[in-house]
């Protein structure tokens, strides 16, 4: 088997990037080891998904539907799911896993969108007993909304992320008491608009500055304490709240999936240019595989143009230019991408360290200087950059906060 | 029929050698599945039998166990990675250790060893501190998945005709002119010519249902944490040098992958307690920072556990034949995981045969070898291949992180598997960085289609350790 692109990962990066590398003449075969494309879109069943990106509000099966439907009528796209990659060998050579048997593929350029898996609760090193009750809030939600199974009566929410604040809602909605969700930083780490949308709405306490200390229970869960926390997250004695509920769902963040392709440099993510390159020349990558996105319009655009450029790739259409490594400077938690090629635009994206009323981005050699409000690390700031080519190897991005 | 009270490692061993002759054989367990007491959450090490005072049962019994597992690993189908362990010296005075262990390694018939030095070490362990002057090593030690050696145990117990009953929790013993009546928590009731206490932590305690003494049974607490790193740490299991209880605070590659740093030693009061505590976990962290420095608790741990040591003042096993006539299989302390292979034999021969003057007949047709796999391992790509032609269950991925497929969980559930914690242990699904995140649908998913089973009947591990509380729409 060949294929001019292949692509590891049928999410909203995965599909994106194969619609794109289509249109550019490309054979294209998407690899999902799920029985279906859609990644993590296909759980997402609330509104929010493509504002941007389709101009129109949709739920995350809708977003896929649309996507997955032009996927599906391109006559050069094979999509093999249920299909696991088990390897990729410098030869370009794709070794992947299905029913049928171990099966190998070759391929010109490679795209990997094999977006994030959670964080598990148990990583934490937290006090108390195994206990039956505890959920990441994604599985959480595969029970609710795929698998139509109630995971408990009550529940306290560990984590202020995205999928926290959504949970808290859906597990509102199907009758299950949400006593309140703690978070252990000063600040939420969601958007403000589910803050809004699922908390505030259903009048569901959020703790900041909080975190458990002990969880309790006999078999089931049956109560968890927690603990108010300094800001080097030490516990502050005195102000336990304890919350009489059997059911702890965790929220405690996503990791992107390098697995099996650590050879390609990372760090938590695959660290890409621009132009969405890895480390190899021949292997692309865009999506919540190189670092975690808040919103699926950023997933798609950036899969696009991976996707894009692997079709460019496979057709020898694209020469590597020299990197230039993008520093995080102050205050800069996420930056995204790692290196910017010479010569093409790009699209700067970033999370601060913390919260600030006004602030502003410096980059001096890129000529930017530009001020925001209103600054959350949970929401991203995305800047375009004008192609350019000075003689340097490394650029400083800095977040002044301004008084 | 023999009753044995107990499937950790020891009862089901004991029960799967009492196999081989013609007798009846019954294993009696209080949780849901084998090895989920203190066979569940230890080191895993298959000690090389040189550290243990020379004279004592636990001596030569731990030396002849680690033998034993090469062929024992064989039959029953588990995997055992003899990486060898390092005790390491940083210090003059540690040296003075060093040659103690030499000397019981000679007297304890332990071959395998070495002394190493300063320039070897590092090559042989990169990551190791490098203030280490030297190590004592020894090639025979191993690690093993030490819930799967009871597991299938009782796999092979079972194909030569032995039974074991699950959710039996025994709470009193009668004697009676034919032997002894069995009283379980269920309100059953079972006659038996010969019992066997293999009650781990609670030995002690089954002992005086039937009126005998043994050694006082005190927990022990040891706490661990698994974690995964990119990297390798470390290529052997590294010991420092012990304190009086312990053999102190380590780091091991485990079986399944990763790495495991552990267990402290704590006196704790309930034999129930197999909590974390940020103590002991603290603990473990400077230790096992001070061997392998770049050890990263911050960014690589998967997940914290607890184990209970069946400890007692005499800090070596007991076993044999109480005034009633049990024999009582206690305080298997570490190394018990190690010696359990031979334990089960002194048990058999010399204890039942010698002691006891039992004759027992070999029958003609015990089975030694287990062929049904849970866990495939391929050496090649081919071999996968032609296994998944034949089985295409083998080639849809339910756990991404350790590579389990549905055809491993449909076998473990064949093997009799009720809770979500037994198709793990049984499959090593979830064991992986994401702990479950994944696949814990989609193993429930797979429970779930065999009809007769209710989302509110699937449980996490023991009886009201419920998952769910109903379907969302009926
Ligand atoms: C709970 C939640 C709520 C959200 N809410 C919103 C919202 O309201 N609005 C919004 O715009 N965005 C939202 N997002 C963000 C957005 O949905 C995601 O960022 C985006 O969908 C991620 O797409 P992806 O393609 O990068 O990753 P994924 O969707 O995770 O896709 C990765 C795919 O790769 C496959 N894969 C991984 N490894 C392999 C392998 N080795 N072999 C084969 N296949 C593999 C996976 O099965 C998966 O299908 C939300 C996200 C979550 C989790
Ligand atoms: C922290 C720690 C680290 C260790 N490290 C190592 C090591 O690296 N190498 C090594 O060789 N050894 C090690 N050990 C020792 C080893 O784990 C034990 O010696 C061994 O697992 C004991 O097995 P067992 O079958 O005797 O006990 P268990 O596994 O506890 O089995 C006893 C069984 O009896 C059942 N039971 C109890 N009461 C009743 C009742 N009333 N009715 C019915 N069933 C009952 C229990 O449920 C249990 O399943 C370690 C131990 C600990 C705690």
Redesign the interface.
Known sequence: MSSNVVVIGGGAAGLAAALKASEEKCDVTLIERDSDVGGVLNQCIHNGFGLDYFKKNLTGPEFKEKLKEKVLSKSNIKIKSGAFVHSVEKDKNIVFIDRNGVNNLKCDSLVITTGAKERPFTSLGISGKRLSGIYSAGLAQKFINMMNLRPGNSALIVGSGDIGLIMARRLTLEGVKVEGVIEIMPYPGGLQRNIKLCLEDFSIPLYLSRAVKYVDGDRRVNKIITTKVDDKFNHIGGDDITFNVDTLVSSVGLVPNVKPFEFLEHSAGFSTTNKNRTSENWIFSAGNSTVVFDLVDYVAQEGEKAGYMAALQAKNDLSPAGKIKLLPGKNIGILYPSYIEKDYESKIYLRARQPMEKGVLLIPELGIEKEFEDIKPSEMIKIKVPAFDKNTDRIEVNLNELK | MIAIIGAGVTGSLIARELSRYEKDVVLFEKNFSAGRGVTKSNSGIIHGGYDDPPGSLRASLSRKGNILYTELSEDLNFRINRCGSHVVAFEKKDFEYINKLVKYANTNGVKSYEIIDREQLKIMEPELNGNALGSFFCSDSGVVNPWNVAVSAVTNLQKNGGEVYYDKKLIRIEKINSGFRLFFEDGTQYEADLVINCGGLFADEIAKMAGDIVPEIFPVKGEY?LLKP?KTLTNSVIFPIPDENTKGCLVTPAIDGGYLAGPTAKKVLSKYD?????EG?SEVRTRAEKLVPNIN?RKD?????AGLRPETEEKDFYIDVGNSGIIHVSGIRSPGLTAAPAIAKYVTEYIIQEKLGIKLTERPDFDPKNNVRIIDSFET??E???F??EH??A???VC??NKVTKYEIKKAIEQGARSIEDIKFLTGASFG??????C??KI??IMLQDKRVK?EDI???????????????I
């Open positions: 944490y990119e197999n909590t974390n505590t940020e976990l608790f741990p998967v997940k914290t556990f790509l081919e996968m291949n032609s998944i032609k295409p269950d080639g849809e991925f991404y992180c960085e994401c702990q479950g995140g994944y814990t649908g429930i998913e989302p449980i996490l591990n023991e009886k009201n350790s419920w998952l769910f509380s109903s379907e969302v729409r």
